[in-house]
């Protein structure tokens, strides 16, 4: 008779909180009140998130934008939430960026976003239907 082999793991923390790389619109949507907020929220809830150093600078633009319309109280609350976020960003290989932004008629920041989820091998949130859209065909495309 042979013996059953046991296999004893701790919990990984990608089970517990998966990874999840985000965009600005799925931030700035949560972060500024925006109308899709409760939808980015709840695909947010118990990930992991993950984008590159430029979201910094993109939700900057987006909080100086409601300012500048008035709702500086709103782009406050979101700057603090923003930097309150166990949010991990990282850097991206340019040439592999630039290289996704052709092949899927992307801007540079988008395809830093796509190269991302692809170097994590992790989902892509977005709200952008072009950024989504090359997501799914790159990401599915993966081995």
């Known amino acids: 008779m042979t013996q059953p082999i046991f296999v004893a793991e701790p919990p990984a923390p990608y089970r517990m ?5 985000v965009d600005c619109s799925m931030l700035a949507a949560a972060l500024f009140d ?26 900057a633009s987006v909080a100086l ?8 109280e709103v782009a406050a609350c979101g ?26 008629d992307l801007t540079a920041y988008d395809a830093a976003y796509l190269w991302l989820a692809a170097d994590l091998k992790a989902p892509l949130a977005t709200l ?16």
């Open 65 to 72: 934008k409601k300012s500048r319309q008035g709702l500086g």
């Open 17 to 21: 909180h998966p990874p999840l790389v």
């Open 34 to 59: 925006e109308p899709e907020r409760d939808a980015a929220v709840g695909r947010m809830a118990g990930c992991e998130l993950f984008a590159p150093y430029l979201l910094d600078f993109e939700i």
């Open 128 to 143: 952008d239907r072009r950024l989504g859209e090359a997501a799914q065909r790159h990401l599915q495309s993966l081995e």
């Open 79 to 104: 700057l603090a939430d923003y930097t309150a976020l166990p949010l991990k960003r990282r850097p991206v290989d340019i040439e592999a960026q630039m290289a996704l932004a052709l092949r899927y």
